[in-house]
């Protein structure tokens, strides 16, 4: 939940549906999308959600999807390090990316850290809320810890993400805000890959 929350604040100011696809497990594990709640990172575009049992066939749906330049994004999540999830399959899905130009996610859960072609890979936990302006004892805006662990073209570094529901919806609503306490990560942590490297 907690990368799939820092993914939709990055992708909140979109006009275009985004395309989701889960694999058996992820599913089982992670539900399907709670579409209302959605609302609150600014999503107002169609979630197209697409479940597959196989990841051979999550990411055959992605890279179809990443070549429809009528998306915003095509984001997957698939459990693990499946064989069919192996650098030649990011590889393609990287590629798909460049050419379209809609960036492609992928988020796994239990990520052993397996080689991939990702342009950037971060690795998401959840922060306790920050206070409610109005409410003390509700939750305020969504944090997340984030660790950029990976990436071409910058330097990897670790951060506290906010999001910030009151901002313009032409501006970023996701801050990033520099960590000083940088520490060993939890191994139960998710990670979040994009192949198109925005």
């Not at 604040?9 to 594990?29: G, K, N």
């Not at 951060?159 to 009151?166: C, E, H, I, L, R």
Request: aromatic share 8%; proline share 6%; glycine share 10%.
């Amino acid at each position: 939940p907690s990368a799939t929350g820092f993914l939709f604040a990055r992708l909140s100011t979109v006009s275009t549906p985004i395309l989701w696809v889960q694999d058996y497990i992820s599913r089982l594990e992670n539900g399907n999308l709670y579409t209302p709640g959605l609302r609150a990172f600014g999503i107002k575009v169609p979630i197209l959600q697409v479940h597959v049992s196989r990841a051979r066939d999550a990411l055959y749906a992605m890279e179809e999807g990443a070549a429809c330049s009528g998306l915003s994004a095509v984001i997957g999540e698939i459990h693990g390090a499946p064989a069919a999830l192996d650098f030649t399959a990011t590889k393609r899905l990287a590629l798909r990316a460049d050419t379209s130009g809609v960036p492609v996610f992928l988020l796994r859960g239990s990520d052993p850290g397996v080689l991939s072609a990702a342009r950037e890979r971060w690795r998401v936990t959840s922060l306790p809320s920050q206070q409610h302006p109005h409410d003390m004892r509700s939750p305020g805006a969504a944090q997340w810890s984030v660790d950029l662990f990976r990436a071409r073209g910058c330097m990897p570094g670790h951060w506290v993400a906010q999001y910030d529901p009151n901002a313009a919806r032409s501006t970023d609503r996701l801050g990033l805000v520099s960590r000083s306490d940088i520490g060993a990560m939890d191994t139960g942590d998710q990670s979040i890959s994009n192949r198109s490297g925005s």
